[in-house]
Each structure stands twice: as structure tokens, then as C-alpha cells.
């Protein structure tokens, strides 16, 4: 088997914000080649009225994405071929075309949507942060804070399918994020105090074991 021949389907992150699909096809007319397909994350959403069925998933998909094909008899074939197997695994969202990968790929869809509307939201907040006086923006600095500390929270895998939907279809989640973080009975100041008090605790056990050690 060939390096090409052991591409099977393979669905990457795109540095564009899209997902990259990758695979190899022996068409016996056409010769070798390499599909790629490029699809959106709107794309993949519209797709789930199709989860329950993953062959209608997937060819809805192909129906609307951009492909493009590399032949074997192309100059690029080897190279492009070589790229896709150095492609780093972290980049990877799912191989194959079965339920886990439609899982997998809706994940990604509503997360990257989530992220994307909560990105949207902040720099609203930092445009109208701009025309605020001083004063309004020193009073606006935990809201600040904590929002930031949210969007990098949702950087996170630890939400479900159905929360990360949920939120996704929000028109203000960050918003909606924040108004639940101020009426949380667990603040800011308790989550520092308990890491500060870990810290003091790894501090003492390893000056403890510092000084058994001079014994």
C-alpha cells in the first residue's frame, strides 16, 4: 500500500476557520487523486437535520462543500500527500465517516460558532469600552476580566454537544455567560483563595521534605 493509499477520511481544523477534509480515491477513470473538500461550519450545522442517517450526513456535505482534486499525475501529488500525513494530530477532529464522527463534527461546528459569536461580542465591548470615560472604564475592568477569562474557558472541551448547542444559538452567550457568572454563589475570589491555599499547601509538604532531608 502507498502512502496515498492509506489516507482515509480524515477532517482537519482549518487555519481559515473551516474543516478540511482529506481523502484518497482510486477512481479507475479518472486514475488516483487525492479529494479535498472544504466545508464550513454553517455546513455542518445544516447537516444535523441529517445526524441520525451519517451516509445522508456526509453527502449533504458533499453536496455543498468546495472540492478540489489532486491527480497523481500532477508535480504536487507527493507533496500534498506528505503534508497531510505530517498533519499535527491536535489539528485532527475526526477520521472516518461514522455516528462518532458526526458527533465529533457537530462539536466542533457549534463550539468554533460559540467562540466565534463570543469573539463578536468582546470586541463590541472594547469598541464601546473606547468611548467610555476613565471612570466608567475602571468600573468596567472585572467585567472585562471575566469575559476574557470566559472565552478562554470555552477553548476548553467540557461542554456537551447539546450545551455547546444551546449556547451557540444564543445571540448574546458571552453576555448570557457573564450575567450567570455574577449571580453564581462560587466568585473570583473564592476560586484565587482556594488556588492560593494549594499552593501553600504543595509549599509546606515540600519544605517539609526539604528539611527531613538535611536530617
Known amino acids: 500500500m502507498s502512502i496515498a493509499e492509506s489516507i482515509e477520511d480524515i477532517f482537519v481544523k482549518g487555519k481559515d476557520g473551516k474543516v478540511h477534509e482529506y481523502y484518497y480515491n482510486s477512481d479507475e477513470t479518472a486514475g488516483e487523486q487525492i479529494v479535498h473538500n472544504v466545508i464550513g461550519i454553517n ?18 456535505l458533499d453536496s455543498c462543500c468546495k472540492t478540489s ?46 467562540i466565534q459569536k463570543s469573539n463578536l461580542e468582546m470586541k463590541s465591548f472594547l469598541t464601546d469600552l473606547e468611548n467610555k470615560s ?21 477553548q476548553n472541551d467540557f461542554l456537551t454537544n447539546e450545551q455547546l448547542k444551546a449556547l451557540a444559538q444564543n445571540d448574546y452567550p458571552l453576555e448570557k455567560c457573564y450575567r450567570s457568572w455574577i449571580k453564581n454563589d462560587l466568585s473570583f475570589t473564592d476560586v484565587l483563595q482556594t488556588s492560593v491555599a494549594e499552593t501553600a499547601n504543595r509549599e509546606i509538604e515540600y519544605q517539609r521534605n526539604e528539611i527531613d532531608l538535611d536530617i
Open 43 to 60: 455546513q455542518i450545522i445544516e447537516a444535523e437535520y441529517f445526524k441520525d442517517n451519517q451516509s445522508e450526513f456526509f453527502s449533504y
Open 134 to 154: 476613565p471612570k466608567e472604564i475602571i468600573e468596567s475592568a472585572y467585567e472585562l476580566t471575566m469575559k476574557n477569562e470566559l472565552i478562554f474557558a470555552l
Open 69 to 114: 482534486l489532486i491527480d497523481i499525475a500532477k508535480p504536487n501529488f507527493e507533496e500534498c500527500v506528505q503534508e497531510i500525513k505530517d498533519i499535527n494530530q491536535s489539528d485532527i477532529i475526526t477520521n472516518g465517516t461514522d455516528n462518532n464522527a458526526v458527533d465529533k463534527l457537530l462539536h466542533h461546528a457549534y463550539k468554533e460558532l460559540l
